[in-house]
């Protein structure tokens, strides 16, 4: 056997203890990947509710659509803030909030973007409507708990809020000051995406960084393990006894706040696990608890409301059942891909997304296509945001993929963007006997789905002729079909920015399914 001079004149029991050592840290490196995509999931994480019987006047569907004229000025209706305003105000006993981003890039003057920032060529000339909302949500907040000082104000968010600590929230601190409760999410706690880099982040970076919190080059370290907190929720008591809820895909930054959206808003027994999940999630990232007990009581005395959907409670005669369910991370795919999986023949699925890449949705709707369900997709094109221009990465390739494997049995059209995303997540099956839809900040993707990311959503259950569907099949077959003023166009057809190359393909397959990326 040939050898280098070098090996040749190392002791045979240092090439063995080196190579020892290189099997070892390899070891090390591979069971902490394995154990961090596999360990137990912390509490409060993965739920899915009972079924509840609503009252068809608690639950509504709410809308943000931004689109442009045919002069290319800017037409926005936005709702779902407004709503959360509406909801703060209201309160008198508890507040809690889940937010993904409400400081860093949120507390940015809302600038409109200029025509070269606000998307690729062809995009709308005018300015964005942005709004101010990281601060207008912290003064409602801070103004509410000084008209009521007895209100428990318990606010969660992703860290980076703080920007990892690289620009700690000004708004954050100012809602401490003010006596309300602000917890950042312990990531760590969650499972790793980016499984590759984050086991070598967890025996290496993972000790010097400081915490969650910490500044500099921590910072960007710990934003590399790809993960958040993206639950986007408000409950609140609704000052008469009652409780409310609205789950949404909008986030609360300026930056964010020309976005569409969808959220739906409920009422009654079913918020109650996730109120418990929040408390949970707050406590495992360093909460004290101590706004625990008044919150407690307040979902107490909004449960015992018979007024408030409790299951089996009839809804007045002639009025179709309406029935929710609160679903988060992991739970949501599973609800959504029971109902996609028993598609075929006569079924129709309606989905509007930001993003679509999880590998069980895609095949499942493959095969309910082939099955004869009829599938549509209304998409994100994913070419531009926050005046920066994208690859088009996952949707593109996903939607290139899924026409062509059906042999255009599934339709895709793209949402016309603006600058602005389409920050939706909604999915409906229907046929003749009722709709099922889900909706809230849950993305069709592997980080969101499969119990990486924290996710909330809402599925809803009733009749095809009942208000909340007729709502629901309304606002995707406008967006489908253009029904809008004269020169307005929400979408555009499928070609328009199909990408079927082989490059496109691998790259966001492998970045899905190595956790290498921000979707």
């Given amino acids: 056997m040939i050898t280098s001079e070098a090996e040749s004149r190392q002791p045979p029991h240092g090439r063995w203890r080196g190579r020892s050592l290189l099997i070892l840290a390899s070891a090390v490196w591979l069971g902490t990947a394995y154990w961090q995509t596999h360990k137990p999931l912390p509490p ?52 809690v909030l889940d937010y993904v981003l409400l400081g860093a890039r949120a507390q940015a003057q809302a600038q409109p973007l200029t025509e070269a920032e606000s998307g690729p060529k ?28 007895a209100l428990r104000v318990l606010l969660i968010t992703d860290p980076s809020s703080d920007g990892y600590g690289r620009s700690p929230s000004q708004s954050l601190a100012l809602l401490r000051a003010a006596g309300i409760d602000v917890v950042v999410t312990d990531l760590d706690a969650l499972r790793d995406s980016n499984f590759l880099y984050s086991s070598l982040w967890r025996i290496t970076l993972r000790w010097w960084s400081g915490g969650a919190r910490s500044g500099g080059l921590s910072a960007w370290a710990r934003l590399a393990n790809f993960k958040s907190n993206r639950r986007n929720l408000i409950i609140a008591d609704d000052g008469a006894g009652g ?13 964010d706040s020309a976005d569409s959206a969808i959220a739906v808003e409920l009422s009654g027994p079913v918020l109650a696990p996730l109120v418990a999940s929040e408390l949970a999630i707050a406590r495992f990232s360093g909460w004290d608890g101590a706004g625990a007990p008044r919150i407690d009581a307040g979902v107490a005395r909004a449960t015992e409301r018979p007024d408030q959907g409790v299951d089996g409670a009839e809804p007045a005669r002639g009025a179709a059942k309406v029935r929710v369910r609160v679903l988060t991370e ?7 891909l029971d109902r996609v999986d028993a598609a075929g023949a006569g079924t129709m699925i309606d989905i509007a997304a930001l993003y679509l890449s999880d590998r069980a949705v895609i095949d499942a709707l493959l095969a309910a296509s082939s099955r004869g369900a009829a599938v549509r997709l209304i998409l994100d094109p994913n070419a531009a945001a926050f005046g920066r221009p994208l690859s088009g990465v996952p949707n593109q390739p996903a939607a290139s993929e ?14 016309r963007t603006h600058g602005e995303r389409f920050h939706t997540a909604l999915a409906l099956v229907h046929d003749l006997h009722g709709v099922w839809f889900t909706a809230g900040s849950a993305s069709l993707t592997r980080r969101s789905l499969e119990d990486y990311d924290l996710v909330a959503n809402v599925a809803v259950e009733t009749a095809l002729s009942a208000p909340l569907a007729e709502q629901a099949l309304t606002y995707f077959d406008a967006l489908w079909s253009n029904r809008a003023p004269l020169g307005t166009e929400y979408t555009t057809d499928v070609a328009v920015f199909a990408d079927s190359s082989l490059l496109s393909y691998w790259r966001y397959r492998i970045m899905e399914g190595l956790g290498l990326s921000r979707f």
């Fill in 44 to 95: 409060g994480t993965r739920v899915a509710s009972a079924s509840y019987l609503a009252a068809p006047n608690a639950v509504r569907l709410l809308a943000d659509v931004t689109a442009a004229d045919a002069y290319g000025r800017p037409i926005a209706t936005q709702a779902i803030f407004d709503e959360t305003l509406h909801l703060i105000g209201g309160a008198r006993q508890f507040i």
């Fill in 122 to 149: 062809g995009s709308a000339g005018g300015s964005l409507p942005l709004r101010p909302r990281a601060v207008q949500l912290r003064d409602a907040l801070i103004a509410r708990k000084s008209a009521a000082p």
């Fill in 243 to 255: 409780m409310t809820g609205m789950l949404s895909s909008a986030n609360q930054s300026d930056a």
């Fill in 330 to 336: 992991g739970a949501v795919r599973d609800a959504l």
């Fill in 402 to 415: 899924l026409v062509a494997a059906s042999d255009g049995g599934i339709r895709v059209r793209w949402y």
